[in-house]
C-alpha cells in the first residue's frame, strides 16, 4: 500500500524539462489519491553542505533537515528527478543525501558494528522510481562512461537502504528534443508513476 509519496527534484532552471517531469509526476500522485511530499532543493536554497558536527548518528539536524528525514523515513514510496552531470547527480542532490540519508533514518549498523560492516536498510518505502535527463546518446552513454547513476541510486543509496523496487527512466537526447517527443517522455513519466503507484 502507498499512500505517502516523497518526491525529490534537483535542477536549477524553473523552466527545464525536470520540472515538467516532477509536475506530471505530482499530478499522477495526486490523481491516484496518494500524499505527496515535494521538494524542489533549488527553489527551497536545500544547503547541501554537511557539517562535521551532524555526521554523528544523534548529530544535531537544522529544522530543514529534521523535516527532509522525517518525510523519508515515513515515505512508502520515492521519486527522485535530476539530471545527469558528469555521470553524477547535481552537487545540491549529492549533498541531500549526505544530510538526509543518514544513520538511523535510513540505515543502521548491528550492534558492536562501528561502521566497517554491511549496513541494515531502515526505509520503508517499498519502491523507488529514478527520472534522469541527459544529452549524451545511449550508445555514447555505454560504451564510454558506463552508467554510474544506475550503480549510485539502485546500489548505493535504494539497495543500502532497504528500499526493495527499483525503476529508473532516462529521457535523451534532451537538448535536441522536439515538442512531440517531450510530450511522449512525459507521458511515459505518467505510466511509470501509475503502473508503480496504482493506488492506495
Known amino acids: 500500500m502507498y499512500v505517502n509519496i516523497f ?3 534537483a535542477h536549477p532552471n524553473p523552466h527545464s524539462f525536470n520540472h515538467a517531469i516532477a509536475d506530471v509526476a505530482n499530478r499522477a500522485l495526486l490523481t491516484a489519491g496518494h500524499t505527496v511530499l515535494f521538494h524542489d532543493l ?31 523515513a515515513r515515505a512508502d514510496g520515492i521519486i527522485v528527478v535530476h539530471p545527469n552531470w558528469w555521470g553524477m547527480p547535481p552537487a545540491i542532490m549529492k549533498g541531500w543525501i549526505d544530510r ?4 538511523g533514518v535510513a540505515y543502521r549498523f548491528l550492534e558492536g558494528d562501528n561502521g566497517e560492516g554491511v549496513p541494515v536498510g531502515l526505509l520503508q ?13 545511449e550508445h555514447r ?28 527512466d532516462i ?3 534532451v537538448v535536441t528534443s522536439d515538442d512531440m517527443q517531450r510530450k511522449k517522455w512525459l507521458d511515459l513519466v505518467h505510466d ?5 503507484f496504482s493506488g492506495k
Open 42 to 72: 533549488y527553489q527551497e536554497g536545500f544547503d547541501p553542505v554537511l557539517t562535521s558536527d551532524e555526521i554523528p548518528r544523534d548529530g544535531p539536524l537544522s529544522h530543514e533537515v529534521f523535516i527532509h528525514c522525517d518525510e523519508i
Open 7 to 9: 518526491l525529490i527534484l
Open 192 to 196: 511509470r508513476v501509475m503502473q508503480v
Open 125 to 137: 518505502a517499498r519502491a523507488a522510481i529514478v527520472f534522469n535527463t541527459a544529452n549524451t546518446p
Open 171 to 173: 529521457f535523451r537526447v
Open 141 to 168: 552513454e555505454n560504451e564510454v562512461f558506463g552508467d554510474p547513476l544506475e550503480q549510485i541510486w539502485k546500489d548505493c543509496v535504494f539497495g543500502l537502504c532497504g528500499v526493495p523496487n527499483f525503476y529508473r
Open 100 to 103: 538526509v540519508i543518514r544513520p
